[in-house]
T-cell receptor, first 112, second 115 residues
């Protein structure tokens, strides 16, 4: 069963607007949530994370929101830039903090 | 500081052949991982290691073996390749953070095709 799910395979936004990427999970034992960004022919790179004791974490243009009751998290990118065009993976970990379970990924395209 | 490197970058195998993928990291990380990425399925954990000389099964371990003889290297072996193992393979490493989640650093990937 898919414990971490990203229901939107793709998202297209205009430069300067907000990008919102969504992720749902089913395992209530998950304690940490992360977002990774992946460019073609490269490995994923860490973007931002959030612990289950928080509901928001911000880093520059990137903000992650966590709604534990709904088992939902989202990544907001404001303002979006063409260089943000990549595949974004949502990932989750239990309290051990080591093993990650990834979602399917969402291809973000930011149009100039 | 090269981070995480993977060898080779591309490989084509025939069904039944064997091969070994090499992952090396120069960050002195304790933990290392092997994932496979398939279209529409994200990254799935094959095997991982929490230290030199240790290995453990991940989500999709069947058909693969691993070894961690040195802290900086993590090898993934395919004893008898099958077309279902056609995929992009990523290696990652991480170190345990106090009170927090590990941040995994990924290599550039190996694209494997099994005919």
């Amino acid at each position: 069963d898919q414990q971490v799910k990203q229901n939107s395979p793709s998202l297209s936004v205009q430069e300067g607007r907000i990008s919102i990427l969504n992720c749902d999970y089913t395992n209530s034992m998950f304690d940490y949530f992360l977002w990774y960004k992946k460019y073609p022919a490269e490995g994923p790179t860490f973007l931002i994370s959030i612990s289950s004791i928080k509901d928001k974490n911000e880093d520059g243009r990137f903000t992650v929101f966590l709604n534990k009751s709904a088992k939902h998290l989202s990544l907001h990118i404001v303002p979006s830039q063409p260089g943000d065009s990549a595949v974004y993976f949502c990932a989750a970990s239990d309290a051990s903090g080591s093993r990650l379970t990834f979602g399917e990924g969402t291809q973000l395209t930011v149009n100039p | 500081n090269a981070g995480v490197t993977q060898t080779p970058k591309f490989r084509v195998l025939k069904t039944g052949q064997s091969m070994t993928l090499l992952c090396a990291q120069d960050m002195n990380h304790e933990y290392m991982y092997w994932y496979r990425q398939d279209p529409g399925m994200g990254l799935r954990l094959i095997h991982y290691s929490v230290g030199e000389g240790t290995t453990a099964k991940g989500e999709v371990p069947d058909g693969y073996n691993v070894s961690r003889l040195k802290k900086q290297n993590f090898l993934l072996g395919l004893e008898s390749a099958a077309p279902s193992q056609t995929s992009v393979y990523f290696c990652a490493s991480s170190t345990r953070l106090a009170g927090g989640v590990d941040t995994q650093y990924f290599g550039p990937g190996t694209r494997l095709t099994v005919l």
